[in-house]
């Protein structure tokens, strides 16, 4: 009979060569544990969770079928003139990054969504007493916020955009720019995103909007509304999910480690090392999150420091990771 000795040593050169394939595999492992402990099932968003969300499902959907067109803009806008098999590869490399973090995203979720029932300990009054040691942080950051607010149209958005925005415009720029690059700060974001979800259930908090109401309105609502589906859900357990976890699939409230300040912090690294020209207005979208962040109440501070130090070690990672893949290609 054939030896199948050299299959596992197959499976772990494709993760070498292709590092994103083991974050998702990785994260799939975790996320089908956790269900299976939980006794729970995965599930499929609806259009329901746009009450969560804020906007429509489509406005997601949209950027991604913009990013995946970004190859084809370039090789015009730029008069490349690449031949038809190197735009379709572009094309065909685009949409397996576009799939992937999809998935990874989608496992991301629903592991915020069963925070409360994995790890049911909440550490928020512990950071709260840290925010009211250093009010006077909080205070002058509350001002700047007010200030700002004056010249800002729609203030209140201008924290979701400003993440969307680094979002796309991160994955465009670089891809469009120099795809030997995009994959690294690809990679970062998927880590990031992964072991966020994992350091979510170390010392879970709820945030800071359970002692005072912040100054965005369009994010005390949604805090009013998601805190509401919490205590459902931890008062009915996993059952609640059976009803409910499609609508409440981006629901889940998880303020330790901020992610969006970390995601954030990854896109502002990457495009300081690329010596690109949107440095500057990385750096004020950057500021602007975190002082809404903590001005909102999404978060305390102690969640900031906290997300840009995972952030850093996703960047770490990425990077060994890539050179390891390129090494071995």
Same mark, same amino acid.
């Given at each position: 009979?054939?030896?199948?000795?050299?299959?596992?040593?197959?499976?772990?050169?494709?993760?070498?060569?292709?590092?994103?394939?083991?974050?998702?595999? %990785?994260?799939?492992?975790?996320?089908?544990?956790?269900?299976?402990?939980?006794?729970?099932?995965?599930?499929?968003?609806?259009?329901?969770?746009?009450?969560?969300?804020?906007?429509?499902?489509?406005?997601?959907?949209?950027?991604?079928?913009?990013?995946?067109?970004?190859?084809?803009?370039?090789?015009?806008?730029?008069?490349?003139?690449?031949?038809?098999?190197?735009?379709?590869?572009?094309?065909?490399?685009?949409?397996?990054?576009?799939?992937?973090?999809?998935?990874?995203?989608?496992?991301?979720?629903?592991?915020?969504?069963?925070?409360?029932?994995? &790890?049911?300990?909440?550490?928020?009054?512990?950071?709260?007493?840290?925010?009211?040691?250093?009010?006077?942080?909080?205070?002058?950051?509350?001002?700047?916020?007010?200030?700002?607010?004056?010249?800002?149209?729609?203030?209140?958005?201008?924290?979701?955009?400003?993440?969307?925005?680094?979002?796309?415009?991160?994955?465009?720029?670089?891809?469009?720019?120099?795809?030997?690059?995009?994959?690294?700060?690809?990679?970062?974001?998927?880590? &990031?995103?992964?072991?966020?979800?994992? %350091?979510?259930?170390?010392?879970?908090?709820?945030?800071?909007?359970?002692?005072?109401?912040?100054? &965005?309105?369009?994010?005390?609502?949604?805090?009013?509304?998601?805190?509401?589906?919490?205590?459902?859900?931890?008062?009915?357990?996993?059952?609640?999910?059976?009803?409910?976890?499609?609508?409440?699939?981006?629901?889940?409230?998880?303020?330790?480690?901020?992610?969006?300040?970390?995601?954030?912090?990854?896109?502002?690294?990457?495009?300081?090392?690329?010596?690109?020209?949107?440095?500057?207005?990385?750096?004020?979208?950057?500021?602007?999150?975190?002082?809404?962040?903590?001005?909102?109440?999404?978060?305390?501070?102690?969640?900031?420091?906290?997300?840009?130090?995972?952030?850093?070690?996703?960047?770490?990672? %990425? &990077?060994?990771?890539?050179?390891?893949?390129?090494?071995?290609?």
């Amino acid at each position: 009979m054939p030896s199948n000795r050299g299959e596992p040593v197959k499976v772990v050169r494709l993760f070498v060569r292709f590092p994103e394939l083991a974050v998702l595999v %990785a994260m799939l492992v975790v996320t089908f544990a956790a269900a299976l402990w939980l006794g729970t099932s995965l599930v499929l968003p609806d259009g329901r969770m746009s009450f969560y969300l804020g906007f429509r499902y489509a406005v997601p959907l949209g950027l991604a079928a913009l990013w995946l067109a970004v190859p084809l803009a370039t090789d015009r806008l730029l008069r490349r003139g690449q031949p038809p098999r190197v735009q379709a590869r572009d094309l065909a490399w685009n949409g397996v990054y576009l799939v992937v973090f999809s998935l990874v995203m989608w496992l991301h979720f629903h592991l915020k969504m069963w925070i409360p029932l994995l &790890n049911p300990r909440r550490y928020d009054a512990f950071y709260q007493a840290i925010d009211v040691a250093l009010a006077p942080l909080l205070t002058a950051t509350i001002a700047v916020r007010q200030a700002v607010a004056v010249l800002l149209p729609s203030v209140d958005w201008w924290y979701m955009w400003a993440f969307i925005v680094l979002f796309f415009v991160s994955f465009s720029y670089h891809t469009a720019s120099d795809t030997s690059r995009f994959r690294p700060v690809f990679l970062a974001t998927l880590i &990031n995103q992964s072991l966020g979800a994992v %350091a979510y259930c170390l010392a879970p908090a709820v945030g800071p909007f359970l002692y005072d109401r912040g100054l &965005n309105a369009m994010a005390d609502a949604q805090q009013q509304n998601m805190w509401a589906a919490y205590q459902q859900l931890t008062a009915t357990g996993p059952a609640w999910l059976e009803s409910y976890g499609q609508a409440y699939f981006v629901a889940g409230l998880a303020a330790m480690p901020s992610l969006h300040v970390g995601a954030s912090w990854i896109f502002v690294w990457y495009v300081f090392r690329a010596r690109s020209h949107l440095r500057l207005p990385y750096v004020l979208l950057f500021a602007w999150i975190v002082i809404e962040a903590m001005a909102s109440k999404w978060h305390y501070l102690i969640d900031l420091p906290a997300g840009i130090v995972l952030a850093a070690v996703a960047i770490w990672i %990425a &990077n060994r990771l890539c050179t390891i893949s390129i090494r071995t290609a």
